[in-house]
C-alpha cells in the first residue's frame, strides 16, 4: 500500500469525516455530553505564528543563526489553495470568538471515564492515565445486558469492598521502597492522625481508590523513560532557540483553548515536540508544522473528537499542505517509535491536588485552577526541562498553596508521603515557577494568563503571588 494511503487511514482526514464531525455539531442538543468542537467554516479563523524569531531577542538568534527571520502566514479573507509569500509580523495573541449561532457544550458538563493505563504497542515501558473531568455518555455505556447493585443493598456492596481490598493488589507481596501507597503507612502514623488516608471513596470509580498508589508508583518508575533532552537547544539544533519553542508553544495554548482540547493533549503535545527536536535538527520555518503535527497525534490520543487535518491546516492559514502535515506526523510517530504514552505534570497533579484538598480549607477549585496555571507556565520555560513531571507537579501545589494561604506551612507530612517528595526536595523548582509567576504579567507571551482570567478558572490571576517565600517553609518534617 502507496505510504501517503496509510497516513491518510490513520489521520482519519477524508471528507466524510469532516461531515460526521459536522453533523455531531448540529445534534449537540440531543446529546448531551459529546465534546463540541467549532468547524473551520464557522468558527472565527485565528490569526497564526507571525514572528517566530521573537524580534526582541533577535541578537541572540543572530548569533546561532545566520538564516533571515521567517514568518507564518497572516490571516487571510477567505483560504486558498496556492502558497502565500510570507510577510513579517508582530508576536501577538487574539481573542478567539465563537459565534452566537454555533451550539457549543462545556466539558464541566460531563464526568470523566478514561483511568486505564494506555500502553504503547512497541516495547513501551511508560504508561500514563488519564483521570480527566469529561467523559462520552453514548449509548455504548448503556447496556441492557449488565446488572448493577443497588446502592441500597448495603451488605453486597460492603462484600464487594473487603474481597476487593482484600485480593486486588497489583504492585505485588513484597513493598516498593519509597512506595505512596496508603497500605505502606506505618500503623502509628496512621492513628495519630498526621497523615489522611485519601483513597476511601471506593464506591466512585473515577477515583480507583484500590488502585491508585499502584498506578502513581507506575509513572513515578517511569515518568524519566519518556523525557526529552534538557540541552537539545544547545546541542542539537542549529536554527531555533528556546525564544521560538515559547511563542509555538504560547501559540498551542490558544489552538488547544479554542478547539477545547483537554489539558492532556497540550501536555502531551510539548512532550512529544521536545522529544522529536532532542534529537533532530530542524529549520525554523517547520516548527510551526511540528507544532500542529505533535498537536494532531495528541488529539488522537485524548480526545473523544479528535480535530481533523484540514483544521490543522486552516489555523496555519493553510501555510502548509495536507500532505506536509501528513508526512510530518508519520516523521514524528516513527522517530517516537509509537511510544505516545508518557508521564506529564498533568497526570500527577490530580493526584497531588486531590492530597492536598484533604488537609486544608483552600477552596478546591482555586487550589486546582492555580496549580493548573503555575504548571501550564511551565510549559513555556526550556529551562524547566530540568525537572521531573511529578517534581513541577509538586512544586506547583507548594506554590499554590503558598499563595492562597502565605502565612502557613504548604507542605506537611501527608503531601510528603504521597508524593514522596520532602519540602527541602521542591526548593529549586518552587523558586523558578515563583520567578515565572511573578513575571507572567509582564511576559510577552500571555497565551496562558489570559486563559486562566477567566471566570471557569477563577480568576486565579489575579491573586498577589507575595515577592519572597520563606526560607523555614523549605525544611524536613518529622512530626
Not at 481490598?165 to 516498593?176: E, F, R
Not at 471506593?202 to 540541552?231: G, V, W
Not at 511576559?443 to 486562566?452: F, G, M, T, V
Amino acid at each position: 500500500m502507496p505510504a501517503h494511503n496509510r497516513r491518510s487511514s490513520f489521520s482519519s482526514s477524508t471528507s466524510s469525516s469532516l461531515a460526521k464531525r459536522q453533523a455531531s455539531l448540529a445534534s449537540s442538543t440531543n446529546n448531551v455530553g459529546k465534546v463540541m468542537v467549532v468547524p473551520p467554516h464557522l468558527a472565527k479563523k485565528r490569526a497564526p505564528l507571525g514572528n517566530l524569531t521573537n524580534l526582541k531577542n533577535a541578537s541572540h538568534s543572530a548569533a546561532k543563526s545566520s538564516v533571515p527571520p521567517p514568518v507564518m502566514v497572516p490571516c487571510a479573507t477567505k483560504a486558498v489553495k496556492t502558497r502565500k509569500a510570507p510577510t513579517l509580523l508582530d508576536v501577538k495573541t487574539t481573542s478567539v470568538v465563537v459565534p452566537s449561532n454555533v451550539t457549543t457544550l462545556s466539558r464541566t458538563d460531563a464526568t470523566a471515564i478514561s483511568s486505564s493505563m494506555a500502553v504503547s504497542p512497541t516495547k513501551s515501558d511508560g504508561a500514563s492515565v488519564s483521570m480527566d473531568e469529561t467523559m462520552s455518555t453514548c449509548d455504548s455505556f448503556k447496556s441492557p445486558d449488565v446488572e448493577y447493585v443497588d446502592n441500597n443493598d448495603v451488605p453486597a456492596i460492603d462484600s464487594v469492598e473487603r474481597k476487593t481490598k482484600s485480593s486486588l493488589c497489583i504492585s505485588g507481596h513484597v513493598p516498593i521502597k519509597g512506595s505512596i501507597c496508603n497500605r505502606d503507612v506505618p500503623a502509628e502514623m496512621e492513628t495519630d492522625g498526621r497523615i489522611i488516608d485519601v483513597d476511601t471513596d471506593f464506591m466512585d470509580p473515577q477515583q480507583c481508590a484500590t488502585i491508585a498508589c499502584d498506578i502513581y508508583n507506575h509513572l513515578r518508575a517511569s515518568e524519566a523513560k519518556k523525557r526529552p533532552s534538557t540541552d537539545f537547544i544547545e546541542k542539537v539544533q542549529k536554527d531555533i532557540n528556546s525564544n521560538m519553542r515559547a511563542i509555538l508553544i504560547d501559540w498551542l495554548v490558544e489552538v488547544a483553548e479554542e478547539y477545547r482540547l483537554v489539558p492532556d493533549t497540550l501536555y502531551l503535545t510539548v512532550n512529544y515536540i521536545d522529544r522529536y527536536l532532542s534529537g533532530n535538527s530542524m529549520d525554523r520555518q517547520r516548527l510551526q508544522l511540528l507544532g500542529v503535527a505533535c498537536m494532531m497525534i495528541a488529539s488522537k490520543y485524548e480526545e473523544i473528537c479528535a480535530p481533523q487535518v484540514e483544521e490543522f491546516c486552516y489555523i496555519t492559514d493553510n501555510t502548509y499542505f495536507k500532505e506536509e502535515v501528513l508526512q510530518m506526523e508519520s516523521s514524528v510517530l516513527n522517530y517516537l517509535k509509537f511510544e505516545m504514552t508518557a508521564p506529564t505534570p498533568k497526570c500527577f497533579l490530580r493526584r497531588f491536588v486531590r492530597v492536598a484538598r484533604g488537609v486544608d480549607e483552600v477552596s478546591s477549585m482555586q487550589l486546582e485552577c492555580l496549580s493548573n496555571f503555575i504548571a501550564e507556565l511551565s510549559l513555556l520555560e526550556y529551562n524547566m526541562l530540568c525537572y521531573a513531571p511529578s517534581l513541577i507537579a509538586a512544586s506547583a501545589v507548594f506554590l499554590a498553596k503558598f499563595i492562597l494561604l502565605p502565612t502557613k506551612r504548604p507542605w506537611d507530612l501527608t503531601l510528603q508521603h504521597y508524593t514522596h517528595y520532602q519540602p527541602s526536595d521542591l526548593v529549586d523548582c518552587v523558586k523558578d515557577l515563583h520567578r515565572l509567576c511573578c513575571n507572567s504579567h509582564s511576559s510577552s507571551l500571555p497565551a496562558i494568563r489570559e486563559k486562566y482570567s477567566q471566570h471557569k478558572y477563577k480568576h486565579v490571576t489575579t491573586k498577589y503571588c507575595p515577592p519572597t517565600i520563606p526560607t523555614e517553609f523549605f525544611q524536613n518534617r518529622t512530626q
